[in-house]
């Protein structure tokens, strides 16, 4: 069965602290993985795609990275606008996107 | 830039009445999504839609539940007769053709009473 994981649940950070956000996935053929931001009451904001092993997107200070496993979300010296809950989702056979349950980030001046 | 639009963004209904959710996804999309999210769970998947055709439906999409394109422009979810447990972030989504990103609305926030 396709699944998604994503940890940490939450993640406290101060202005300028660096981190990353990691999705572990389990899919019968990768067709891409995918990483959203979504703000409180709002729609899922896409970021990046990624297809293969190795592959990595870059988008002002968020960097996200693929393995065979698993996808990192690197936050680069964040600012308070960057908080919001990060998403993670593969596409499925048939192209329905499987979701994990978000990482909840949030950065304090 | 070109964006999904949904209308309402907030319905309260009552228990069994029917309600009608409407999309506008991006003019040069032919993939078509349906997902919800119930507050502080996952988003989950309940339905695609492609060349005037479900392609796919998940479990929660039973019969209560059915999708059109009444236009060459909107995209609706209904749901006949709502139940308590419909109350979610009721989000669409649209893509181009072959692999790729999906864009989502802003979502419809359903409250059944």
């Known amino acids: 069965e396709d699944q998604v994981t994503q940890s940490p649940e939450a993640l406290r950070l101060q202005e300028g602290e660096s981190s990353s956000l990691n999705c572990s996935y389990t899919?019968?053929?990768?067709?891409?993985l995918f990483w959203y931001r979504q703000d409180p009451g709002k729609g899922p904001e896409f970021l990046f795609t990624l297809y293969s092993a190795g592959e990595e997107k870059e988008k002002e200070r968020l960097k996200a990275t693929l393995t065979k496993k698993e996808s990192f979300l690197h936050i680069t010296a964040p600012k308070p606008e960057d908080s919001a809950t990060y998403l993670c989702a593969v596409q499925a056979q048939g192209g329905k996107l499987i979701f994990g349950q978000g990482t909840e980030l949030s950065v304090k001046p | 830039e070109p964006e999904v639009t949904q209308t309402p963004s907030h319905q309260v209904t009552q228990m069994g009445q029917e309600v009608i959710l409407r999309c506008v996804p991006i003019s040069n999309h032919l993939y078509f999504y349906w997902y919800r999210q119930i507050l502080g769970q996952k988003v989950e998947f309940l339905v695609s839609?492609?060349?005037?055709?479900?392609?796919?439906k998940s479990e929660i999409f039973d019969d209560q539940f059915s999708v059109e394109r009444p236009d060459g422009s909107n995209f609706t979810l209904k749901i006949r007769s709502t139940k308590l447990e419909d109350s979610a972030m009721y989000f669409c989504?649209?893509?181009?053709?072959?692999?790729?990103?999906?864009?989502f609305g802003p979502g419809t926030r359903l409250t059944v009473t």
């Open positions: 899919v019968s053929g990768l067709r891409g």
């Open positions: 839609f492609y060349n005037n055709e479900i392609s796919e």
């Open positions: 989504a649209s893509r181009t053709t072959g692999p790729g990103e999906q864009y």
